[in-house]
């Protein structure tokens, strides 16, 4: 039983339990549009969180700041910034009643009580994770207005 908790907190805490999510929302017709705009969202957040912000900044090996350019700051949660994006996501497409099972997730996430990062990190990454689950709200609208047969 304990291992099974530790795998179930492992999910959460990386936020890996989103792109499975995401899939099979994906799989399912009649919640494709919100399982792409979740993928969308998502696909935006790795890029720009793990891909470019991360690579800006170098952690000081004696303090563990992170360094930018001098400055110190705080990186954003990534496990916050996915909840958030597939929340806001999931809450945008109207037609997916998953968002609450999303939220439930998303304050587990937040609440977590995760001591290795400091407030700043998880307000950081839930406006982050907002920002991108709008974004790919409206990728794929805007898709799904140009082809209708798309999805």
């Given at each position: 039983?304990?291992?099974?908790?530790?795998?179930?907190?492992?999910?959460?805490?990386?936020?890996?339990?989103?792109?499975?999510?995401?899939?099979?929302?994906?799989?399912?017709?009649e919640t494709r549009k919100?399982?792409?705009?979740?993928?969308?969202?998502?696909?935006l957040d790795v890029l720009f969180c793990d891909g470019i912000l991360k690579h800006l900044a170098v952690q000081d090996l004696y303090t563990g700041a992170w360094l930018w350019m001098g400055i110190r700051f705080r990186l954003p949660s990534g496990s916050a910034a996915a909840a958030f994006t597939a929340l806001t996501a999931l809450c945008f497409s109207r037609e997916s009643r998953f968002w609450k099972a999303a939220l439930a997730i998303a304050c587990i996430i937040v609440f977590s009580g995760n001591h290795a990062l400091s407030p700043t990190d998880i307000e950081g990454g839930m406006a982050i994770g907002a920002v991108f689950g709008y974004v790919g709200y409206k990728m794929v609208e805007v898709i799904c207005s140009q082809n209708q047969k798309l999805f």
């Open positions: 039983m304990n291992g099974f908790i530790h795998f179930g907190l492992f999910l959460i805490d990386y936020g890996i339990i989103w792109i499975p999510l995401a899939c099979a929302l994906t799989a399912i017709p919100s399982g792409m705009m979740m993928l969308v969202g998502l696909g």
